[in-house]
């Protein structure tokens, strides 16, 4: 794997409150134990601070909460398209924008335009969507990135 699916995946594992010995971190990761000395100074450069316990019971743990994509999203789950409207709401979430979307119903027959207030990219089963303020049910809904058909950041701005 990349050193980034690497780093992903030990946070990961560091995530469950387990402490994890340097052997056991490699053996997983299938690196040296170099790399994992390596990949621990790259994640607390990044602000995440792993907490080393020393000694021949020793090893890192993580103490704060850390939200990492899961693995079993895979890039065959989300097309080109999706991508594109995947990175767009992200961009609309950093800027705190709102966006208009064309929304496909559940069996894909009907859409509706909603305005939305994007607040964050979660996963849905094993789907992403996004946790936005709708102003046409004017409640907090989730969207399923794949059931969007079209996207426009809007120059209008929410807190």
Not at 22 to 40: G, H
Request: with cysteine.
């Amino acid at each position: 794997m990349s050193k980034i699916s690497n780093i992903l995946l030990m946070i990961e594992y560091l995530s469950t409150g387990k402490k994890y010995s340097i052997k056991e971190l490699s053996d997983n990761l299938e690196v040296s134990p170099r790399m994992i000395r390596v990949y621990k100074d790259e994640i607390e450069k990044a602000g995440i601070y792993i907490e080393t316990i020393k000694g021949p019971y020793g090893g890192y743990i993580l103490n704060q909460n850390v939200n990492v994509p899961r693995r079993f999203i895979t890039p065959s789950n989300i097309n080109v398209e999706n991508k594109i409207f995947f990175n767009l709401i992200n961009k609309a979430i950093k800027e705190k924008r709102k966006c208009v979307i064309e929304y496909f119903s559940k069996d894909k027959k009907k859409t509706s335009c909603r305005i939305i207030c994007p607040y964050d990219l979660i996963l849905l089963g094993n789907e992403w969507g996004v946790a936005a303020y709708c102003e046409l049910k004017q409640e907090i809904r989730h969207f399923y990135i794949n059931r969007i058909k079209n996207i426009n950041l809007l120059e209008k701005y929410y807190n």
